[in-house]
């Protein structure tokens, strides 16, 4: 509930409320951000989704999207669970 997002143009823009801070995601991200926001994740899921939209090592995706991820949470901006996904990926 203190993070809201909005799609302009071709970014996604997200905004944490409690800290007032912006942040504008594009390319990659904001695709990652929307599949997100679609529903309930985990690590695994967005890796997945990751691997069959994008080509390359499976092994250099995981470890971006990892990067990623650790960088939405050390913003408190997604909790990405570690469990099983409730959501067809």
Known sequence: PSVMHEMIDDEVVVIHLDTGIYYSLDGVAGRLWQYLAAGKRTAADVVAFA???????????????????????????????????????
């Not at 939209?53 to 470890?63: N, P, S, T």
């Not at 990067?67 to 409730?86: H, I, K, P, T």
């Open 51 to 89: 691997g069959r939209v994008y080509d390359g090592d499976a092994a250099v995706i995981a470890a971006a999207i990892e990067r990623f991820l650790g960088q939405l949470r050390d913003e408190q901006l997604a909790f990405v669970s570690d469990e099983e996904s409730s959501t067809p990926t």
